[in-house]
């Protein structure tokens, strides 16, 4: 007997001295460091094992061998909670961190910048270019994703133009990967929407403007002629005050948007005498849609313009403008401009 119970407290002690060691060796396992490139992002299937995953993490690299990972979530089911998703590695250090945040569930961040003034042919090659994104416009046309994005029908009714310039917030949207390039466009186009009927309803109620995409017509046009927020104002102003005493808008912007892909960096005297729909130097009132996506600012700035009774402004050589009331001060200030022009050319 007493062999017997020598017997059974060896295999015991065995026993025991083998469990501690396959602990010791998950504890080992747990804080070893996962191999993790710059910016790397991991996709975690629903209803993924702890065989799949270790075969995933091999996979991807992050550890050269991951045979114990089924053991270590079985001893610990805390961190057996991995959830579906597209999770940013950044943080990770160690097997135990990696499963903290599979188990936290919360996946990466990515992001994508609209700017202000861009036109849509612009946009959508920042969208073809984000990663992460599912393309599912790349065989639509404008026509189609203009219905997509649920424009609103006003618009057709007053202009025969389907175009989506101006309909789209520019603004930094944050996105899952996995998430389609549709979902981001409508995300800016209901802001757009939104900041567009916040800035008719709270507009100066003497306007010459028939309706809310007018507003956004002349919000582009501000727009692409400056970029400074507090100049907004002001030129906002000269358009409408020439709007109301039916003058010309004859603005450089709407000429190099009516040229297209014939624009080559500066517009010439017969590109000004050349007729399109939106060459404004030739046309009364406003073009038949908007050239760029105008920021809130701009929205803001035709909703409430200056009262001013500038008719006319330059570029003064500085990033600004100079405004004017007549014909010959805005002549006087294009010369002062060609002067300081010719100065900077010359190295003077």
Known sequence: MKKFFSL???LALIASGVGFY?????????NKPVQVQQDQLLSVQRGTTGQKLAQLLEQEKLLADASLLPYLLKLNPQLNKIKAGTYALNEVKTVKDLLHVLNIGKEAQLSIQFIEGDTFKIWRKTLEKAPHLVQTLTNKSNDEIF??????DSTKAIYEWRNLDGWLYPDTYHYTPNSTDLAL????????????EQAWQQRDKDLPLNNSYEMLILASIVEKETAIAAERGKVASVFINRLNKKMRLQTDPT???????????????????TPTAYNTYLIDGL?????????????MAVAKPEKT?????????TGGHKFSRTLSEHN???QEYLRWYRSQKNGK
């Open 185 to 196: 466009l409508k995300r800016a186009a209901d802001r757009m929407k939104k900041a567009l």
């Open 255 to 273: 000429v190099i948007y009516g040229m297209g892909e014939n624009y080559e960096g500066n517009i010439r005297k017969k590109d000004l005498e």
């Open 22 to 30: 396959f602990y010791y060796q998950l504890e080992q396992f747990a």
């Open 332 to 334: 006087r200030a294009v």
């Open 309 to 317: 009774d500038f008719l006319y402004f330059v570029a003064d050589g």
């Open 287 to 299: 073009p038949p849609t908007p050239i760029a996506m105008p920021s809130e600012s701009a929205l």
């Open 8 to 10: 059974l407290f060896t």
């Open 147 to 152: 219905d997509l994005l649920d424009i609103p």
